[in-house]
């Protein structure tokens, strides 16, 4: 079954390069996709491919809408969506007021089934077509999870949170528990569909040695499993890894020491690592996901992405809901770019001062899309229109936004059309959702 989706396309060309961009894309103002049984078939000039293709096809016109794969959110919380926008305060003591009490309550199905449910809409309506999700250490949180992706034939990388210490209570349990479900969750899971499991120790204040080993015997026992949790996101936290760990190098050594620095390891947030710690997560293959409106809304810091980039260390973005206050990935990159501006002030003083090192419109859309896929290691499946790749794309309509309409009215280039709409589009802007060449967004019921 061929379908066409008419309308300006943009994706980077799979050997695009993260320092050439502007090398690494293709833009077709009048562009065709063809999809074959949810894959893609074929991107390119409507003209062109219209005499090409003599198969016939139903085409769906999008008019001056653009089509971009779909977007990746590389860190979220699916138990963290009532938690979002809650008032004030560090990490720390925000986990402990309105996090934890929130997660609580996904150890009932029903309500875990209900909230996923939402947590799911609401990644669609935004243009996501990928998350890397945290659930709670709940199963019935984690079969929501990976049960609601299935009915959506949605791509997802997922696994328990677990904790067993400085957490309370009702969300700890010991590391042989955790191994014993979590081998349970794997083999039920874990390529299946297009769902991939994560080892999931939420981070070094609560995992203990003997936690991180059994994340570590898991990572030996099963194949191609990814591993995600934070790292150095706020100075308070930071400070207590290096207390509880002490005869570490540091936060890092904590988590490579155990065997859980892999190629498949995907690290939160990342903006206090040393030069040292990012040479070797580079080293290593490992990538870091940075998460803006959640550093800026926590006020935890201000990731330096071109740092992080010149070290060789691969980024992909996160929402992180509920820290982050959008699942717009559209107004993550604001976020981003905003973040990238304000370190490259502060740089001056360093001496380190670059005019280039503001985050521009291709890189921003290159870490939702291809540079995203990258860091998951699944750029041959999605992140761009590469043919074969699975038809995952977002429809970005600027005209339901009168000042983007406005804005891009005579704009000249694709990187200004590209930053106009980073800047100003959020979910609003969002067409249509498509999943392996199905519409599943706007929602049918
Ligand atoms: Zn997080």
């Given at each position: 079954?061929?379908?066409?989706?008419?309308?300006?396309?943009?994706?980077?060309?799979?050997?695009?390069?993260?320092?050439?961009?502007?090398?690494?894309?293709?833009?077709?103002?009048?562009?065709?996709?063809?999809?074959?049984?949810?894959?893609?078939?074929?991107?390119?000039?409507?003209?062109?491919?219209?005499?090409?293709?003599?198969?016939?096809?139903?085409?769906?016109?999008?008019?001056?809408?653009?089509?971009?794969?779909?977007?990746?959110?590389?860190?979220?919380?699916?138990?963290?969506?009532?938690?979002?926008?809650?008032?004030?305060?560090?990490?720390?003591?925000?986990?402990?007021?309105?996090?934890?009490?929130?997660?609580?309550?996904?150890?009932?199905?029903?309500?875990?089934?209900?909230?996923?449910?939402?947590?799911?809409?609401?990644?669609?309506?935004?243009?996501?077509?990928?998350?890397?999700?945290?659930?709670?250490?709940?199963?019935?949180?984690?079969?929501?999870?990976?049960?609601?992706?299935?009915?959506?034939?949605?791509?997802?990388?997922?696994?328990?949170?677990?904790?067993?210490?400085?957490?309370?209570?009702?969300?700890?349990?010991?590391?042989?528990?955790?191994?014993?479900?979590?081998?349970?969750?794997?083999?039920?899971?874990?390529?299946?569909?297009?769902?991939?499991?994560?080892?999931?120790?939420?981070?070094?204040?609560?995992?203990?040695?003997?936690?991180?080993?059994?994340?570590?015997?898991?990572?030996?026992?099963?194949?191609?499993?990814?591993?995600?949790?934070?790292?150095?996101?706020?100075?308070?936290?930071?400070?207590?890894?290096?207390?509880?760990?002490?005869?570490?190098?540091?936060?890092?050594?904590?988590?490579?020491?155990?065997?859980?620095?892999?190629?498949?390891?995907?690290?939160?947030?990342?903006?206090?690592?040393?030069?040292?710690?990012?040479?070797?997560?580079?080293?290593?293959?490992?990538?870091?996901?940075?998460?803006?409106?959640?550093?800026?809304?926590?006020?935890?810091?201000?990731?330096?992405?071109?740092?992080?980039?010149?070290?060789?260390?691969?980024?992909?973005?996160?929402?992180?809901?509920?820290?982050?206050?959008?699942?717009?990935?559209?107004?993550?990159?604001?976020?981003?770019?905003?973040?990238?501006?304000?370190?490259?002030?502060?740089?001056?003083?360093?001496?380190?001062?670059?005019?280039?090192?503001?985050?521009?419109?291709?890189?921003?859309?290159?870490?939702?899309?291809?540079?995203?896929?990258?860091?998951?290691?699944?750029?041959?499946?999605?992140?761009?229109?590469?043919?074969?790749?699975?038809?995952?794309?977002?429809?970005?309509?600027?005209?339901?936004?009168?000042?983007?309409?406005?804005?891009?009215?005579?704009?000249?280039?694709?990187?200004?059309?590209?930053?106009?709409?980073?800047?100003?589009?959020?979910?609003?802007?969002?067409?249509?959702?498509?999943?392996?060449?199905?519409?599943?967004y706007p929602f049918k019921v």
């Amino acid at each position: 079954m061929l379908k066409g989706f008419r309308g300006r396309i943009f994706y980077f060309d799979i050997n695009a390069d993260v320092f050439h961009l502007e090398k690494g894309y293709h833009y077709f103002e009048d562009g065709l996709l063809l999809v074959k049984d949810g894959k893609v078939l074929k991107a390119g000039s409507y003209d062109k491919l219209s005499v090409e293709v003599t198969q016939k096809y139903e085409c769906i016109e999008f008019g001056n809408s653009f089509i971009f794969p779909g977007f990746i959110d590389a860190h979220v919380h699916s138990v963290q969506t009532k938690s979002i926008a809650s008032y004030g305060n560090q990490l720390l003591q925000w986990l402990q007021t309105y996090i934890f009490p929130n997660e609580k309550k996904f150890d009932n199905t029903e309500y875990a089934r209900e909230h996923t449910r939402f947590f799911f809409q609401q990644l669609l309506k935004n243009g996501t077509t990928t998350a890397v999700i945290y659930p709670a250490i709940f199963d019935a949180s984690v079969e929501a999870v990976f049960e609601t992706a299935r009915m959506l034939n949605m791509r997802i990388i997922s696994g328990k949170t677990w904790m067993d210490r400085n957490a309370p209570d009702y969300l700890i349990e010991k590391p042989e528990k955790s191994l014993k479900s979590v081998s349970g969750q794997i083999e039920k899971w874990h390529r299946k569909g297009r769902a991939h499991y994560a080892i999931t120790p939420r981070y070094a204040i609560t995992s203990s040695p003997d936690s991180l080993k059994v994340a570590a015997s898991l990572l030996r026992t099963y194949e191609g499993l990814y591993i995600q949790t934070h790292i150095s996101e706020n100075m308070q936290e930071v400070a207590m890894v290096n207390h509880s760990y002490n005869d570490h190098k540091g936060y890092l050594d904590v988590y490579d020491s155990y065997g859980l620095l892999t190629p498949y390891t995907l690290l939160g947030h990342g903006i206090y690592l040393s030069s040292g710690e990012l040479n070797r997560i580079a080293q290593a293959g490992a990538s870091i996901v940075h998460c803006p409106t959640s550093n800026l809304f926590l006020g935890s810091g201000l990731f330096d992405f071109h740092k992080t980039i010149e070290h060789g260390v691969k980024i992909a973005v996160g929402s992180d809901v509920g820290g982050g206050t959008s699942f717009s990935m559209l107004s993550n990159l604001h976020d981003a770019y905003k973040i990238s501006a304000l370190k490259n002030n502060l740089n001056f003083e360093n001496s380190s001062f670059n005019t280039f090192a503001t985050m521009n419109a291709l890189e921003a859309f290159y870490f939702i899309t291809l540079g995203g896929a990258r860091a998951l290691h699944l750029e041959n499946k999605i992140g761009s229109f590469l043919q074969g790749n699975e038809a995952d794309f977002v429809v970005i309509d600027p005209s339901k936004n009168q000042l983007l309409s406005y804005r891009l009215d005579g704009a000249d280039t694709v990187e200004e059309m590209l930053f106009a709409i980073l800047m100003l589009g959020n979910e609003q802007v969002v067409k249509a959702t498509y999943l392996m060449g199905e519409e599943a967004y706007p929602f049918k019921v």
